[in-house]
């Protein structure tokens, strides 16, 4: 059953996390909730996507959060906007208000048996060996067309850099979770 949340819960997630963007780039203290709801006080797993005129700028998240809702947003919001991938051309304050932002929160990851129970375009994926993991949101597979195959084995290729067969590998963990997204309406 997917989780449903209100406007005005979205609506302040998304103004937190443009605030930690601007915050971020002014050097400002990170802002504070200014709305009340039992969703706040939860630790959720959250990845923050940062786009901008369809092109992705920035998309960084973590499963196991170690604060509230609203700061794991405020600290990924920032770490997206850093991400590593884009070392040689940064988002800068001047690029902020052209960004659109969406926020994906997770649900807890639940282990899978076979690759039959992904459910494309319901569930993410995270794949894991050893010390090593990768993860596609829900969307990636539906975006890309891809199958749960090819979804399970595309992520182990190119995010956990294994061999694409290694769901075939005894130690290889396959995990599905689900997500509430919401993003800014440009």
């Known amino acids: 059953m997917q989780e449903i949340i209100s406007e005005s819960v979205s609506e302040e997630l998304l ?27 939860e630790q959720r797993g959250v990845f923050v996507t940062l786009m901008n005129a369809g092109t992705l700028r920035g998309c960084i998240g973590t499963f196991q959060p170690e604060q509230t809702l609203p700061e794991t947003i405020c600290e990924y919001t920032v770490a997206s906007a850093t991400d590593r991938r884009f070392r040689q051309n940064p988002i800068t304050l001047k690029e902020v208000p052209q960004l659109q932002i969406s926020i994906s929160i997770l649900s807890p990851l639940r282990p899978i048996q076979q690759i039959e129970e992904i459910q494309i375009g319901i569930h993410g994926i995270q794949v894991s060996q050893g010390n090593v993991s990768g993860c596609f949101l829900p969307e990636v597979a539906t975006e890309q067309g891809w199958d749960r195959y090819e979804f399970v084995e595309y992520c182990l290729k190119h995010k956990a850099h294994l061999p694409a067969m290694s769901w075939q590998n005894s130690k290889t963990a396959i995990e599905v979770f689900t997500t509430i997204k919401i993003q800014e309406k440009k």
């Open 15 to 41: 103004r937190l996390a443009r605030q930690a963007l601007i915050a971020h780039f002014t050097k400002k203290p990170m802002p504070s909730p200014q709305l009340e709801d039992p969703l706040f006080q």
